[in-house]
């Protein structure tokens, strides 16, 4: 059996059924592609400060996906309130937040050159890493009412498209390192 290749995994803990099954079949989906699912505090624990612990994790990973899961619900939010300069206040009722390791963890991937894949629970805010295409491959918000079937051309074809980044990046670590 070929070994698995780790893949950080960017979530917020999950506090709903729906959003557990949801880890529990993305993990099932990664761990069908030949990729090991690695996350501080469900499958990896450690007793350092939590960016040391996840800089160490996703030091030996080759890819990161982040599953933007709802966390916090903004009742009443405005951004930029009372704003007198340029852009308008924006009203951000009814809407929700996601943990902000979901834009630390994806954001320190980036800066190592890992591949990173990008999922929003419907509601979520697409603001920062959330932006579409801040930082390349991302996927259209889930809504967990009505689950993604995850071996539905609409997911599987990214889904199949960054794990061959992943792969790329275990092919190219064995690389001697060349600075000419």
Request: hydrophobic share 40%.
């Amino acid at each position: 059996m070929a070994m698995k290749l780790p893949v950080f995994v960017s979530t917020p803990k999950s506090y709903l059924q729906a959003q557990e099954d949801f880890l529990t079949d993305v993990e099932r989906s990664l761990s069908d592609r030949g990729l090991e699912p690695v996350t501080l505090g469900r499958s990896e624990y450690d007793i350092n400060a939590p960016l040391e612990a996840v800089r160490r994790l996703m030091n030996a990973c080759c890819g990161l996906i982040c599953i933007g899961l709802r966390r916090t619900y903004l009742a009443d939010g405005t951004d930029r309130p009372a704003s007198d300069i340029g852009e308008a206040a924006k009203s951000r009722n009814g809407t929700w937040l996601s943990s902000p390791y979901c834009q630390i963890e994806p954001a320190m991937a980036y800066q190592i050159g890992l591949p990173i894949l990008l999922w929003r629970e419907k509601g979520v805010i697409d603001d920062g890493i959330f932006d579409r295409g801040a930082v390349g491959l991302s996927m259209p918000e889930f809504d967990l009412s009505k689950p993604p079937n995850l071996t539905d051309q609409p997911w599987k074809q990214p889904l199949d498209l960054w794990a061959d980044d992943v792969r790329s990046v275990h092919r190219k670590r064995g690389n001697a390192l060349k600075l000419w």
